[in-house]
C-alpha cells in the first residue's frame, strides 16, 4: 500500500511539473498580445496547433510575429528560401489553428 502510494506521488509530482504543463512560446507571445490576454483559451489552442505543426525554431520565430507583425511581412516578401519555407508552414498553421480553434 505504501509503495503504491509513493509511486502515485511521484507520478503526480512528475507530471505538475512535466514542461507541457508550462505555456509554450506561441501561447505566451499570444497572451501578451492586445487581444490575446483577453482570451487564454484561445491563446492556448493555438500553442496546441503550433506544437503539431512547427518546430521549435519555428515557433520561436513565429512567435515574434505577435509583437511585431511587420517581421512576418519580411518574411513573407523574402527571397531566402528558409523564409519562403517559414512562411509556407506558417500559412498551414495559421490554416489549422483557424480550422481547429476557431
Same mark, same amino acid.
Given at each position: =500500500?505504501?509503495?503504491?502510494?509513493?509511486?502515485?506521488?511521484?507520478? *503526480?509530482?512528475?507530471? =505538475?511539473?512535466?514542461? #507541457?504543463?508550462?505555456?509554450?512560446?506561441?501561447?505566451?507571445?499570444?497572451?501578451?498580445?492586445?487581444?490575446?490576454?483577453?482570451?487564454? #483559451?484561445?491563446?492556448?489552442?493555438?500553442? @496546441?496547433? #503550433? %506544437?503539431?505543426?512547427?518546430?521549435?525554431? %519555428?515557433?520561436? #520565430?513565429?512567435?515574434?510575429?505577435?509583437? %511585431?507583425?511587420?517581421?512576418?511581412?519580411?518574411?513573407?516578401?523574402?527571397?531566402?528560401?528558409?523564409? *519562403?519555407?517559414?512562411?509556407?508552414?506558417?500559412? @498551414?498553421?495559421?490554416?489549422?489553428? %483557424?480550422?481547429?480553434?476557431?
Amino acid at each position: =500500500m505504501l509503495r503504491t502510494t509513493l509511486v502515485a506521488l511521484t507520478l *503526480t509530482s512528475s507530471l =505538475m511539473s512535466a514542461p #507541457a504543463l508550462q505555456a509554450g512560446t506561441i501561447e505566451n507571445a499570444c497572451r501578451s498580445s492586445s487581444r490575446g490576454a483577453s482570451q487564454p #483559451a484561445l491563446c492556448h489552442c493555438i500553442q @496546441q496547433v #503550433a %506544437e503539431t505543426s512547427l518546430t521549435r525554431s %519555428e515557433q520561436r #520565430a513565429v512567435s515574434k510575429f505577435f509583437a %511585431e507583425p511587420h517581421l512576418a511581412q519580411e518574411v513573407r516578401q523574402s527571397d531566402k528560401r528558409s523564409d *519562403t519555407q517559414l512562411w509556407q508552414r506558417y500559412i @498551414q498553421f495559421g490554416s489549422e489553428a %483557424e480550422r481547429v480553434c476557431g
